[in-house]
């Protein structure tokens, strides 16, 4: 806690004297007042008050050293001081990052995933707001975590606790509150738990310092106490010359309101409390009789390790570390509150210091109807959109109608449309769903589940199906039976047609419950849409929108692929290539608009997964030319228009296509067997594979995926707090991909330009086009450089071009492994910093010179009456690291070019005239070598510089001065070209 204990004293004494503040701070670091401290209070008489006195709420005062940490304000967690702002901003995400990182599990991961929300592309308020809900939710549901498992091995921890009882003490405590054992807390928790247990009891001056500091019962604070209250002075009551007779009504009073009993004892820890200047109110005398009960078990060894060990892991739980957990457990419970209290609102309020014994059951009613509400506002606002009642409203009311639609009738399909909307269809379920349960009647759900059992009742009713299926000369496949029994309750014709039509609106619904998740409904209300007016085609056409545009959900999909079968050691190269080969095909025909389905209906041949992927690679080969037809969904080629039965079954077939792409696994092919499973059709395999168990070693290989990410975020601890002041300044999200790209792009800027630049492990002809594609985007850099809107509008261009490159080499590349998809997300979340720096005139431009290409970072700072400045940097592969920093003056232009080379800046001297005589203007330019450049450094100087500006008054917010913005642009062009001719002309470099 010690550094959030100085935050807090800086917040208290910002305005004293500096002389006294810094021992002040020191002072209270160690837990120990000293003259420094009492003179930042304003002197030794307001700072311990030698007077007792009555309060107007009959409580017994005496002001005392008082932790300004607790004045009128409770003690906080991490994330509720994040939330206020006591912290800078860029420490403030680095410490919402360090309580992802400890309290983070694989399955937590595994639930948000379900939830549309993705550890890599998330940000960490997001990522917490999901899993405080999450973790609330297994408790709720009382599931087992103790055999998800953490990031370490039981050995790996025994070497860091050096106890195997100690180690599984821990893991126990950790895996039931749904945490990772990650190094960090087991250490922490380790070392916690030794300061417990080298606790002998708790002395009266221990206690008095407690009280006079108002500080909680936690390890850390009882530990420290124990060494830091030496110096307190412990006075008597029968030596303090206090006429306790005059103050008994009060006494008894506070006695009473503290729920104790009226004895001895209770009189006499009074009359203590109010001998040694404690404030005699009920919370105190409760407070120093718990303190006297937890001595006395610490000195008897009674004290419950286990309770102590769970304590520490819900302060983990709750963004505080294991020393932060109180050794206080004894709690007088309320049980009505344990009749109604659901462990998603207890965990909640807890957080929200809401006290269970203390607060009132209406009170605890009212709040347990606000917390989803309260999820959901954190959502939208963390998420960037108003978190208005309108939009709560209409996000609380949608994850209603999709979770009651779920349980509803499936038999309802037969009574609505196409054309009907959510809303509609929920509607007329809900009243399907009543008329069945005044009936006491069961039924199938509009949900479906792998190898569910419908009950005997549902069984015996439709026990013909298979009969009329066979009659009809169709599959007995789940989703006919399916359709066959929703046509036969409502009294439907069962023909082919009708039950195809009838699949098609089912499969519409499962996609749509699969859809809309949360992640999804949030981007819909941030659009402005209502999924309720929607009907399920129009919901599940923009929810593939949001999808596609978000671009992650493939790339994930397809990296997941990767590694479970780079975890699979059985299998050959040539094996491995061929899973790649089929997965890759697949996801082209689901993502060809169903354009191979239409040229096989119209082709006359069978619907199967063999006939599809030899359309699909008859296509690459021979360029056979099938289009799109809007009215169908589907394709056509130049022969006469498909039916409305094959429109219909077309779609159908399509989004079986989604389905089995959802469900794919290089396990479940093999088992399946490619003769097999080639000859299905788009919903046969589907159905094969939604119907097949994940083997141990699929879970296996699941659980290790996300144990991989996890390990990746837990590295994000250490990245120091100016990549996230970076990108706080740019207004980015802190995701862990975000995260990992501008620490990258602070420490080596040239990288990003050397993956998009390099050779490409593509076709021929897509290395031709994405060649042509780089060289157009060079060109359009060349001729923005003087114009702010044309530097954008190139940044956007060279994020899209970095976006196709990476969507061609994961379609495309023989070779490709996980850590290239991964490294290529980071590229281009790289491009697309650059294009949201690209609003704020900050640029990363591609440099050209001879056979490679560097990345230039420019930076436009515009001031008052047409000044600015210009901060340019750069790492060439042979000149190193070059940084410019110009002010554009009213009369003249002034300059500092500094390299990490000596060489470079030798050579940059001997042209310096040339530069200076381009500017057009007055220029007085130095150059300067130092062998420890750090672009980084000088990136961070930049930010702090224009933060100064602007508390000064001296930024210029206004960039519609032509004037100032040709002599800005005009310096950064002459500089970059200058460098570009020089190092393009001498090779030594």
């Given at each position: ?29 160690a837990n120990m007042p000293d003259a420094g401290a009492v003179a930042a209070f304003g002197g030794q008489e307001a700072y311990v008050q030698q007077k ?359 038999y309802v399909i037969g009574q609505v449309d196409a054309d009907d909307s959510v809303q509609e269809i929920h509607d007329a379920g809900a009243q399907m ?557």
């Amino acid at each position: 806690m010690q550094v959030e204990q100085k935050n807090i004293w800086e917040d208290v004494t910002r305005n004293a004297k500096r002389d006294n503040s810094n021992r002040a701070i020191a002072a209270y670091q160690a837990n120990m007042p000293d003259a420094g401290a009492v003179a930042a209070f304003g002197g030794q008489e307001a700072y311990v008050q030698q007077k007792t006195a009555v309060s107007e709420a009959g409580n017994i005062d005496m002001a005392t050293y008082s932790n300004p940490a607790k004045q009128g304000q409770e003690e906080k967690t991490v994330a509720e001081k994040i939330a206020g702002q006591e912290i800078s901003s860029g420490q403030a995400r680095s410490n919402e990052i360090a309580v992802v990182a400890n309290t983070t599990s694989t399955e937590d991961l595994k639930k948000m995933e379900e939830d549309g929300f993705s550890i890599s592309d998330a940000d960490s308020h997001t990522i917490i707001t999901v899993t405080d809900k999450i973790k609330a939710a297994l408790a709720k549901a009382g599931v087992d975590v103790s055999s998800m498992g953490g990031t370490l091995t039981k050995e790996q921890l025994e070497e860091i606790t050096g106890s195997p009882v100690v180690t599984q003490q821990i893991m126990d405590s950790l895996a039931a509150n749904d945490l990772p054992a990650t190094e960090e807390n087991v250490q922490d928790s380790a070392e916690a738990l030794a300061q417990a247990a080298s606790i002998p009891e708790i002395t009266k001056q221990a206690m008095s310092y407690l009280l006079k500091n108002d500080m909680e019962p936690t390890i850390r604070n009882l530990y420290l106490s124990n060494y830091s209250s030496s110096a307190e002075n412990i006075v008597e009551p029968e030596q303090s010359g206090i006429d306790f007779g005059s103050l008994m009504p009060q006494i008894r009073e506070i006695i009473a309101e503290a729920g104790l009993s009226d004895d001895e004892h209770a009189v006499d820890n009074s009359k203590w409390l109010v001998a040694n200047q404690i404030p005699l109110t009920p919370e105190n005398l409760q407070y120093l009789t718990d303190l006297q009960g937890l001595s006395d078990d610490l000195q008897t060894d009674h004290i419950d390790w286990d309770q102590i060990v769970d304590s520490m892991a819900k302060a983990i739980a709750a963004g505080k570390r294991p020393a932060d957990a109180s050794m206080i457990t004894a709690r007088r419970q309320m049980e009505e509150a344990r009749l109604v209290m659901t462990s998603e609102a207890s965990v909640a309020m807890e957080k929200a210091g809401v006290e269970m014994d203390l607060t009132p059951l209406a009170d605890l009613v009212e709040d347990l109807k606000s917390q989803e509400r309260e999820y959901y506002k954190d959502l939208l606002a963390g998420a960037g959109v108003e978190p208005s009642e309108k939009n709560v409203d209409l996000m609380a009311e949608t994850m209603d109608v999709f979770a009651e639609l779920k349980q509803q009738p499936a038999y309802v399909i037969g009574q609505v449309d196409a054309d009907d909307s959510v809303q509609e269809i929920h509607d007329a379920g809900a009243q399907m769903q009543r008329a069945f349960a005044q009936a006491n009647e069961s039924y199938e759900t509009l949900m479906t589940a792998p190898r569910s059992d419908m009950g005997d009742s549902i069984t015996k009713a439709f026990s013909n199906v298979d009969d009329i299926l066979q009659d009809l000369q169709l599959d007995t496949s789940e989703t006919n039976r399916r359709a066959v029994r929703i046509l036969a309750y409502n009294n439907t014709e069962i023909t082919p047609e009708n039950i195809m039509e009838v699949k098609a609106l089912d499969e519409q619904m499962q996609h749509a419950f699969s859809n809309m998740k949360p992640a999804v409904t949030l981007e819909m209300i941030r659009r402005g849409e209502n999924p309720l007016d929607m009907t399920m085609e129009q919901l599940n056409q923009a929810a593939q929108e949001i999808q596609q545009e978000n671009g992650t959900q493939e790339q994930e999909r397809f990296s997941k692929y990767l590694w479970k079968l780079e975890q699979n050691h059985e299998i050959s190269e040539e094996e491995r290539s061929s899973y790649i080969g089929i997965y890759r095909l697949i996801a082209q025909v689901e993502k060809g608009d169903g354009a191979a389905l239409g040229f096989l209906m119209n082709q006359g041949s069978d619907v199967t997964m063999r006939n599809l992927l030899h359309a699909v690679r008859s296509e690459k080969k021979s360029g056979l030319d099938y289009q799109v037809d809007d009215d169908f969904d589907g394709v056509d080629s130049t022969a006469e228009g498909p039916k409305i039965d094959e429109q219909i079954s077309a779609a159908f077939q399509q989004n079986c296509l989604r389905d089995v792409m959802e469900h794919i696994s290089p396990e479940k092919l093999s088992r399946l067997g490619e003769e097999k499973w080639q000859n299905m059709s788009p919903e046969q395999l589907a159905e094969a594979l939604r119907q097949m168990d994940e083997s141990v070693g699929e879970q296996e290989a699941e659980k290790s995926y996300r144990q991989e990410q996890l390990a990746q975020y837990q590295q994000l601890a250490e990245t120091p707090e100016d990549v996230y002041t970076y990108l706080e300044r740019y207004d980015i999200p802190n995701s862990m991909i975000n995260v990992m790209a501008a620490s990258e792009m602070l420490r080596k800027p040239n990288r990003m330009m050397e993956r998009l630049f390099q050779q490409d492990h593509v076709s021929k002809d897509s290395m031709t086009e994405i060649a042509e594609m780089k060289e157009q985007v060079l060109e359009q850099f060349s001729k923005a450089l003087e114009n702010p809107s044309d530097l954008a509008d190139a940044m956007e261009t060279l994020a899209d071009v970095a976006e196709h490159v990476m969507d061609t080499m994961i379609v495309e590349d023989p070779d490709v492994r996980t850590i290239d998809i991964r490294e290529m997300r980071q590229m281009t979340a790289q491009f697309q910093i650059g294009a949201k720096q690209s609003q704020e005139e900050c640029y990363v431009i591609p440099m050209q010179t001879g056979d490679s290409v560097t990345g230039v970072s420019l930076k436009i700072v515009r001031g008052k009456k047409k000044k600015g400045l210009v901060d340019i940097f750069l790492d060439g592969e042979k000149a190193g690291k070059i940084t410019a920093s110009f002010q554009v003056k009213s009369d003249r232009i002034s300059g500092t070019i500094v390299t990490g080379s000596e060489e470079t800046a030798k050579q940059i001297e001997e042209h310096l005239q040339e530069m200076q005589d381009a500017m057009q203007e007055p220029a007085d330019i130095h150059v300067a070598y130092t062998p420890d450049l750090s672009l980084s450094q000088f990136e961070m100087s930049g930010i702090r510089r224009e933060s100064e500006m602007k508390e000064q008054g001296e930024l210029e917010e206004d960039r519609s001065n032509q004037v100032q913005t040709t002599r800005l642009y005009h310096t950064a062009e002459v500089f970059i070209n200058s460098i570009k001719s020089l190092l393009t002309k001498t090779k030594d470099l």
